[in-house]
């Protein structure tokens, strides 16, 4: 038995070095018009700080795209997908005030990372080269007749088609977009609103739980278990119809704008990709060789 390993080095095509670039150029983008948006704000507050923090955030999840991108993961397209969506809403929520004209520094920095979200998916979705090339898994210790060896194996489950990892990034952000408003109604509590702490707290458990359904949800819908698809269904509807009039309840008229809007994106990507994987079959990967024992 011998061991090997796989030091193939992978060369990227000229669309992928691109979209690192513009991946790299996005994420500073956002940390800029954040700041911009938290220097021309005409109030400043808790909720003001939840909101920036969490757009801050983003940038990191930028930093975990460039890395799937340049090691061509089929998870990559769908992720960049929510991610340049979500940040676009998340931005904008920001920059437009209670009252008033949103500051000029404010508007032009939006503009610009939305041209930016908007190029990163252009080239995530239409350009050939990178579609050629996110079709990489991770590596794994495999062991055959050769030996052992690391090197790239799809997984062993069946072909996933490809919306339904889209559905997967769209409802892992259900948890997070509940958080933002549930931190923010905590100034409201703080502030005044004692009697609406019980309901912060049912909130926030809320939140937590919806995580753990959505990971046993899409563990099994990426196995081909049709009753998963019908549990996100039903998932989805009840975050919105628990997140939404409670953002109503306690942030008022604009906090369900701000707040709610994000996740009825998500929620509504959610379900059309889900729609979409019913009648469409597209595959992503390949099984492995039966020979192979993958650990």
């Given at each position: 038995?011998?061991?090997?390993?796989?030091?193939?080095?992978?060369?990227r095509p000229s669309a992928?070095?691109?979209?690192?670039?513009?991946?790299?150029?996005?994420?500073?983008?956002?940390?800029?018009?954040?700041?911009?948006?938290?220097?021309?704000?005409?109030?400043?507050?808790?909720?003001?700080?939840?909101?920036?923090?969490?757009?801050?955030?983003?940038?990191?999840?930028?930093?975990?795209?460039?890395?799937?991108?340049?090691?061509?993961?089929?998870?990559?397209?769908?992720?960049?997908?929510?991610?340049?969506?979500?940040?676009?809403?998340?931005?904008?929520?920001?920059?437009?005030?209670?009252?008033?004209?949103?500051?000029?520094?404010?508007?032009?920095?939006?503009?610009?990372?939305?041209?930016?979200?908007?190029?990163?998916?252009?080239?995530?979705?239409?350009?050939?080269?990178?579609?050629?090339?996110?079709?990489?898994?991770?590596?794994?210790?495999?062991?055959?007749?050769?030996?052992?060896?690391?090197?790239?194996?799809?997984?062993?489950?069946?072909?996933?088609?490809?919306?339904?990892?889209?559905?997967?990034?769209?409802?892992?952000?259900?948890?997070?977009?509940?958080?933002?408003?549930c931190l923010v109604a905590?100034?409201?509590?703080?502030?005044?609103?004692?009697?609406?702490?019980?309901?912060?707290?049912?909130?926030?458990?809320?939140?937590?739980?919806?995580?753990?359904?959505?990971?046993?949800?899409?563990?099994?819908?990426?196995?081909?278990?049709?009753?998963?698809?019908?549990?996100?269904?039903?998932?989805?509807?009840?975050?919105?119809?628990?997140?939404l009039p409670l953002c109503?309840?306690?942030?008022?008229?604009?906090?369900?704008?701000?707040?709610?809007?994000?996740?009825?994106?998500?929620?509504?990507?959610?379900?059309?990709?889900?729609?979409?994987?019913?009648?469409?079959?597209?595959?992503?990967?390949?099984?492995?060789?039966?020979?192979?024992?993958?650990?």
């Amino acid at each position: 038995m011998t061991t090997t390993a796989a030091a193939t080095k992978v060369r990227r095509p000229s669309a992928v070095r691109v979209l690192t670039a513009l991946l790299v150029v996005t994420a500073l983008t956002t940390v800029v018009v954040e700041l911009l948006n938290w220097r021309y704000a005409p109030e400043s507050g808790f909720g003001l700080a939840v909101r920036t923090g969490w757009a801050l955030l983003r940038s990191l999840g930028f930093l975990v795209l460039i890395r799937q991108v340049r090691r061509g993961r089929s998870a990559a397209r769908p992720f960049g997908l929510i991610l340049a969506v979500t940040t676009v809403f998340a931005v904008g929520r920001l920059v437009v005030p209670r009252a008033g004209v949103p500051p000029l520094p404010g508007v032009l920095g939006f503009a610009t990372l939305t041209l930016l979200c908007g190029a990163v998916v252009w080239l995530l979705y239409r350009s050939p080269a990178v579609r050629e090339f996110m079709v990489r898994h991770p590596g794994r210790l495999v062991i055959d007749r050769q030996g052992i060896s690391w090197r790239e194996v799809p997984p062993r489950r069946p072909p996933i088609a490809g919306w339904l990892l889209t559905v997967r990034a769209a409802v892992f952000t259900y948890s997070p977009l509940m958080l933002v408003p549930c931190l923010v109604a905590v100034g409201e509590v703080v502030t005044g609103r004692i009697l609406a702490g019980p309901i912060v707290v049912l909130w926030l458990v809320a939140a937590f739980g919806v995580s753990y359904v959505v990971l046993f949800g899409t563990f099994f819908l990426l196995r081909g278990r049709r009753w998963a698809a019908g549990l996100l269904v039903v998932v989805t509807l009840v975050v919105l119809l628990v997140d939404l009039p409670l953002c109503w309840f306690l942030l008022g008229v604009d906090g369900l704008v701000r707040d709610g809007g994000p996740l009825v994106v998500a929620a509504g990507i959610a379900l059309y990709g889900l729609w979409r994987a019913a009648i469409t079959e597209r595959p992503v990967g390949t099984e492995p060789a039966a020979a192979d024992v993958v650990m």
